[in-house]
């Protein structure tokens, strides 16, 4: 097949990561980078592509097959439908947008004009993930009775210099918290109900630090999460599942899936069961499901490349990505109102 030429606009942390692997990959070329701050203008010369402030000067002279959108989270709706409007498949960054009224406005546009659009939900491309999925969906498990999460890490100090970081959006919730309910809703279905406790006891800032989350799953199921951005762990998926690109790797869990048959613990894969499918009167048994780590990030690529050959519908779409933050904007105005929140609200 030929290589799709793949442009990307913004090239700040998360958009250098992306440069690289598509400059990277035999299936693909980087066609240009928009980004006004003089540090892209440097990576473009470096990675040998042209280079443009303005975005839509960049689709119009280059016509990429594809875009990656890693702007800041108030411009990805903008920049995905001046995609759409060209007719270019495009992957925005999570979160999809920073409203679901915005998001549903790039779904619908997306969905209208038949362009497909795919969110940076990678983790739901990490080999761990899709494997607990095929064992949740062959039954392995049973049927699903709970799921229970923690996502925990230490940020350093100076990581908070940076003014949004210490006002409500920009805390862990919509940072580090949305991808694992993205998980949990691909794993456990559709979240129904949350209710949350926030804390920013530690630090004092306008922002969470830490978080408590009670679910429930639209099959009945529920769940619990934890999630601090104030303490030093391996029980975050990035580290677990050796998926992190600056973290070393810490094999430990930061999921467990609980079925009626068997318990399912991620990233290690762990499956427990009953001898013989017996009760708690039975040995439990402990065997471990095989998935080799292959990386989310190129496997999410690659998902984009196979869209744009028509080959493969996107593993997150638009509209998947607009429920994953209709849920985690749900744990929000849980913890701002105190009291229960059904998803259903937030997408009234
Ligand atoms: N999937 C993940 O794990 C992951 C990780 C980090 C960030 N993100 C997401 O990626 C997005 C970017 O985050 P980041 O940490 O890289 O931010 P960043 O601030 O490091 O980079 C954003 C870049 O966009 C550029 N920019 C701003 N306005 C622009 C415009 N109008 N046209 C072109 N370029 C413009 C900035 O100059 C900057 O270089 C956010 O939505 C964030 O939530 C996702």
Redesign the pocket.
């Known amino acids: 097949m030929t290589e799709v030429r793949i442009a990307l606009?913004?090239?700040?942390?998360?958009?250098r990561e992306h440069a690289a692997l598509v400059a990277e990959h035999p299936g693909a070329s980087l066609a240009a980078i928009?980004?006004?701050?003089p540090a892209?203008v440097a990576l473009a010369a470096t990675l040998g592509v042209r280079h443009f402030d303005d975005?839509e000067c960049m689709l119009d002279e280059v016509a990429p097959d594809g875009v990656i959108v890693?702007?800041?989270?108030t411009?990805?709706v903008e920049a995905g439908l001046a995609c759409i409007t060209r007719q270019i498949s495009v992957l925005v960054?999570?979160?999809v947008a920073e409203t679901v009224t915005a998001a549903m406005r790039l779904v619908e546009a997306g969905e209208e004009a038949g362009v497909p659009v795919l969110v940076?939900h990678?983790r739901r491309h990490g080999s761990d993930i899709r494997e607990a999925k095929a064992a949740i969906s062959r039954g392995d498990l049973g049927r699903i009775v709970a799921i229970n999460g923690v996502a925990a890490v230490a940020k350093h100090d100076t990581y908070f210099d940076v003014a949004w970081r210490r006002s409500p959006g920009g805390g862990p919730l919509l940072?580090n918290a949305i991808h694992d309910i993205d998980c949990f809703r691909f794993l456990g279905g559709e979240i129904e109900t949350v209710q949350a406790i926030g804390s920013s006891a530690i630090r004092g800032h306008a922002v969470e630090d830490t978080v408590a989350v009670a679910l429930r799953f639209a099959s009945g199921a529920v769940g619990t999460y934890l999630l601090t951005d104030a303490s030093p762990s391996p029980y975050f998926w990035e580290i677990a599942a050796e998926q992190s690109l600056t973290f070393p790797h810490q094999a430990e869990d930061c999921y467990v899936v609980f079925g009626r048959k068997a318990s399912l613990a991620v990233p290690t894969l762990d499956l427990w069961e009953h001898e013989a499918g017996g009760d708690w009167r039975d040995p439990l048994v402990r065997r471990r499901l095989s998935a080799p780590v292959q990386s989310c990030y190129v496997a999410q690529l690659e998902n984009l490349i196979d869209v744009i050959h028509g080959t493969a519908d996107p593993v997150v779409s638009g509209r998947e990505g607009a429920m994953t933050l209709a849920a985690t904007l749900a744990v929000a105005r849980a913890i701002t109102e105190g009291r229960p929140v059904d998803v259903a609200e937030l997408l009234a």
């Open positions: 606009m913004g090239a700040g942390l998360i958009g928009a980004d006004p701050d892209a975005y890693a702007l800041p989270n411009l990805h960054e999570k979160p940076g990678q940072i």
